[in-house]
């Protein structure tokens, strides 16, 4: 199967930058895409960013201009780098990957979160 360990989270103030990190391993044998999500309090998961194994990226409109994906693919390592945090930003993010193992069909696979709060 496939593993995604979290890194990077944390207490920032508003106007700091953080920097998640997520590094898959398993026996993954293609890698459609790979993003983050989170899920506020109350809230539903919702996407922050997602980059392709093409190297297209998306993001949603309130982390635009703010936050940057990016990937390492020979260590199947993907990264967020979030500038100018807000409080809204505070949500548990969570890593995703969107591929293959050996022998399985195509799916999603989830890290375990990690907290990222904002706060003065």
Known sequence: QVQLVESGGGLAQPGE???????ASGSIAR???MGWY????????????????GGSTNYADSVKGRFT???DNAK?????????LKPEDTAVYYCNLDGWVWGSNR????GQGTQVTVSS
């Open 17 to 23: 930058s953080l920097r998640l990190s997520c590094a």
């Open 31 to 33: 890698i459609n895409a």
């Open 38 to 53: 989170r899920q506020a309090p109350g809230k539903q998961r919702e996407l922050v960013a997602i980059t392709t194994s």
């Open 69 to 71: 994906i990016s990937r």
């Open 76 to 84: 199947n390592t993907v990264f967020l780098q979030m500038n100018s």
């Open 107 to 110: 799916r999603d696979y989830w």
